[in-house]
């Protein structure tokens, strides 16, 4: 592996872990009150858990594409949401967060892996589409949604105190 495929596979997964340009994933839940993980915001038509488990369905659709020669499709978008009015419990808000950390760790292992050519078409996948491509679509949709749960949490003063100073 050379100076620029390091650099790039770092830089890929600096995109997924990193607080750089924008807050990070684990930032954003921190210390969320449970008591208002199925609130729906305002002008919304979802809640603060439906908006992560869409976030989580994403990525592990994403990975699955990379991964899984016999893919199929999600129904757009419906499939890509959880159904409207849905609500979970704790365990659930919980359940949600390991998914997405463990299938972004999925990622990260398939980007770190030495035989991983980044730049090569998916064998089964739409022409164009290598996991550098695909990579930086879930890097680009975390985060853009984890921007939107951030400001959702602070119009709702969601924030712990500490946060907000």
Partial sequence: MDTND???RQQLVNLLLVQQAHMGFEEAVADFPPQHIND????????FWQLLEHMRICQWDILDYIRNPNYTP?????GYWPPA???????GWQRTIEEFLYDRQ???NIINDPS???????PHA???????????IITDHNAY??????ILRQSHNLWPLEHQT
């Fill in 6 to 8: 390091r650099s790039l």
């Fill in 40 to 47: 729906i915001p305002n002008g919304l038509d979802y809640s």
């Fill in 74 to 78: 999600l129904p757009f978008p419906q």
């Fill in 85 to 91: 009015g849905e609500q979970v419990e704790l365990t």
């Fill in 106 to 108: 999925g990622l990260i």
């Fill in 116 to 122: 991983t050519d980044l730049h090569q078409q998916i």
């Fill in 126 to 136: 739409a022409a164009g589409h290598t996991i550098l491509r695909e990579v930086l």
């Fill in 145 to 150: 949604h984890i921007g939107e749960f951030a």
